[in-house]
């Protein structure tokens, strides 16, 4: 029997998962944090890939928690991921 594409996710994911959940939440914000940072500060092309980061990033979160999620919930956190990504496309495109 083959398995689901989110089976197959959500199994590959797993060890990741494990292994997010042994850093320290603090260090994980600062990371997050630190990515933003970069972003914003960053001339364009660096900025941009550093949102596409955390884009990829909340995306991979917001797949593996979806079917647990109420609709409120999942609507914010895909307004989150749409403004990450609408940052991450204006940073990387050049202007003009």
Known sequence: MALSFR??????SAPWVERLNTVPRPVGLVVL???LVVGVVAPRPWGGIAFLVVSAFVGWL????WQRLTMPE????VAVLVLAVAVAV???VPAG
């Open 7 to 12: 089976s197959r996710l959500e199994h590959a």
């Open 33 to 35: 944090v630190a990515l």
């Open 62 to 65: 917001l797949f593996l928690t």
């Open 74 to 77: 999942r609507l914010m956190r």
């Open 90 to 92: 204006v940073r990387t």
